[in-house]
């Protein structure tokens, strides 16, 4: 019922920049909250950011004052600026989505795809 999908991963060095995006498609009422995660080799996924309708944001502290986390509501996109990168930022990238379907019906998360995000020192 609802896609997600993310682009913009790739390879970087270390102090580069990198900008995801993540587009919902399908049958969306509203987005509640979307949000990123990333998945390094070995470790748990965890989160990135997430930003709510009400544009509230949220960073896990190794991220904060580096990556900001925005959100096109008629696009239904939401984009990570991801600057002053490090090799532990290397994973693969997650997009999450908690959809509306209606006035009544909230449904989720979706999950995308992943991008791969190489940081390189």
């Known amino acids: 019922q609802v896609q997600l999908v993310e682009s913009g991963g790739g390879l970087v060095q270390a102090g580069g920049s990198l900008r995801l995006s993540c587009a919902a498609s399908?049958?969306?009422?509203?987005?509640?909250?979307m949000g990123w995660y990333r998945q390094a080799p070995g470790k748990q996924r965890e989160l990135v950011a997430t930003?709510?309708?009400?544009?509230?944001?949220n960073y896990a502290d190794s991220v904060k004052g580096r990556f900001t986390i925005s959100r096109d509501n008629a696009k239904n996109t939401i984009y990570l600026q991801m600057n002053s990168l490090k090799p532990e930022d290397t994973a693969v990238y997650y997009c999450n989505a908690v959809v509306r379907l209606s006035t009544t019906r909230t449904t989720g998360p979706y999950w995308g795809q992943g991008t791969q995000v190489t940081v390189s020192s």
């Open positions: 930003i709510p309708s009400s544009g509230n944001t």
């Open positions: 399908g049958s969306i009422f509203r987005i509640n909250v």
